[in-house]
């Protein structure tokens, strides 16, 4: 009889401790890991050359980075290319990594928004003097996303 209570007790805790194990899972925060060796070192190279500043909230609202309507804190680097300056900036306020690329083209300022693997996940164009809008032409946005990250490619350390 006690064999028969033990198998019982063994049955049910085994759909038990499941049930904990599932529950505990469940309510822990998902892992993203976004970094690439190509990522890592321009973030490292962010971290140690670049420079403390405040973006305004506008452009990268529109991205979803929002600070509550305050400017958003960024570490950045910025270089004079041969067709203007190119800026890239490391954004933690979501608690990742966040790169947001940006350069002036004439009067109107072209920001992407990409993870550390360099996947564009959002373009804005912001001009002068008017509201920043998204950039709904992926080709054009892919384009000048593929030059601006190839610019900082090229002069990235360590490559």
Not at 61 to 80: F, K, S, W, Y
Not at 128 to 155: V, Y
Request: glycine share 8%.
């Amino acid at each position: 009889m006690s064999s028969l209570v033990s198998s019982r007790r063994n049955l049910l805790a085994v759909p038990a401790s499941l049930f904990v194990t599932l529950t505990i899972g469940a309510c822990a925060p998902p892992q993203r890991t976004t970094l690439s060796p190509r990522g890592d070192r321009l973030v490292r190279w962010i971290q140690v050359d670049g420079r403390d500043n405040m973006m305004a909230p506008e452009a990268l609202a529109l991205v979803g980075i929002t600070n509550e309507g305050r400017d958003i804190p960024v570490r950045q680097l910025g270089e004079d290319g041969s067709d203007g300056r190119y800026v890239v900036s490391l954004v933690n306020i979501r608690k990742i990594h966040e790169l947001v690329f940006h350069r002036r083209q004439g009067d109107v300022l072209v920001i992407h928004l990409s993870d550390t693997k360099f996947a564009r996940l959002a373009s804005v164009r912001y001009p002068r003097n008017g509201k920043p809008s998204t950039i709904t032409d992926t080709a054009f946005a892919e384009n000048d996303f593929q030059q601006q990250i190839g610019f900082w490619f090229s002069r990235m350390p360590g490559r």
